[in-house]
Structures are given as structure tokens and as C-alpha cells.
């Protein structure tokens, strides 16, 4: 095994992260220093830190369809957080992909520091689709503006791609900035009155049924 991807694994941070460290020569091998795209062999003794490090308990993922009302958080400021909604073994997994109190839908929590780099750095671009209800019909001309020019929020323009089944609101986007989609559309003179994500890069919601998760 390659020593970033075991530092990754024995940590949890994001191979990127562990690269760096190998680069600060924070990381040694048998009290040798470690060199990038060094090999580990099971009998090596890998330390961060002079502390010694391990590859503990496999990789976790979990599936979670978020109810709304629920904080994306470990401390919920007496709101619910979606670790209440998960067993004692996975209290410890990091959240990927955070959905607002208000929101529903995917949720993605892993102990894979990697993972949760791709799924939320904005350079991987991952795919996020949305079904949206508005509080009225989106005029044509709004939906080509947002679609094809973008709308200037506070921090920046904000332009995603939409169209329409029955009175939802179907909306693919490769970013993610926080309550993006709500404030694109206030910006406009409507108010989203559910927001409901089924698809978080590689990952779908399928027919996870609220407050329930499945373990990948």
C-alpha cells in the first residue's frame, strides 16, 4: 500500500492532506523518514507526529435520507441532528454534502477523508440534482436566466441547469454553496417551499425512505 493513501486510511484525512504531511516530513517509516509513493509493508511502523499510527476499522459510508427539521451538525443548538438518526458505531463518521434544517434528501457520512474531499471540494465538480417546489409557477423567462446567464447572489453568480415535471422543479448543479438554490430563487420574488436532493455525485437516493440509511 501507498504511504498517503495508508497515513489517509489511518486518519481519515484526504490523500491531498496526507501528501502534504509526507512533504513537511511529518511522517516516518521504521523512525526513517517517509518519502512520497514509499510502499508499507504489514510489518512497518508508521508514525504522524512521532505518534504511531494504524489502519483501524474498515471504510464506513452511509446513505442517509435527511427528514427535514434535522441539523447537518453534531450539535444541533436544540434542533435534531442526523447523528440522532444513526447507531453509537457510526457517531463518528463526517458528513458529506450538508443539507440545510429546512432541506431533505441525501446525505452522504464517511469516515473516508477522500471521499469526503470529492464529494465536497468545488474542483471535483460533483453532480447534485434537487426537486424543488416553488411557492409559484417559475416564469420561462427566469428559468432561461438562471439556466443559461446566472443570477448574482452575494457571493457570487449562481447558475444551474432546470426543468420541469409537474409542479417539481428538477435542478442539476455542480457546486453548492450554503442555501444557494433558496437564495437564487428569492433573489427572483420566490420562496422554495421543499427542497428534496436525490443525487450527490456518484451517489443516488433511490427509495430510502426518510430517517431511514443504508450502509455502503
Known sequence: ?????????????????????????AVTVNDLPATIGQTIKADDV??????????GQPTSTILLNKPEGYVCSRDGQGSPTVYDLLPKEFQTLKIAGRL???SSGLVLLSNSGELINELTHPKYKKTKIYQVKLNK??????QKMISEQGVMLEDGLSKFHISKNGDVYEIIMHEGRNRQIRRT???LGYKVV???????????????????????
Open 185 to 187: 430563487f428569492e433573489v
Open 1 to 25: 500500500m501507498r504511504i498517503n493513501k495508508f497515513v489517509a486510511l489511518a486518519t481519515g484525512m484526504s490523500r491531498r492532506k496526507a501528501d502534504e504531511v509526507l512533504s513537511n516530513n
Open 100 to 102: 440545510d434544517k429546512d
Open 194 to 216: 421543499d427542497l428534496h436532493r436525490i443525487k450527490l455525485g456518484n451517489y443516488n437516493l433511490s427509495n430510502l425512505a426518510k430517517g431511514k440509511y443504508n450502509v455502503s
Open 137 to 142: 409557477s417559475l416564469r420561462p423567462l427566469h
Open 46 to 55: 508508521v508514525k504522524l507526529d512521532n505518534s504511531v499510527i494504524e489502519i
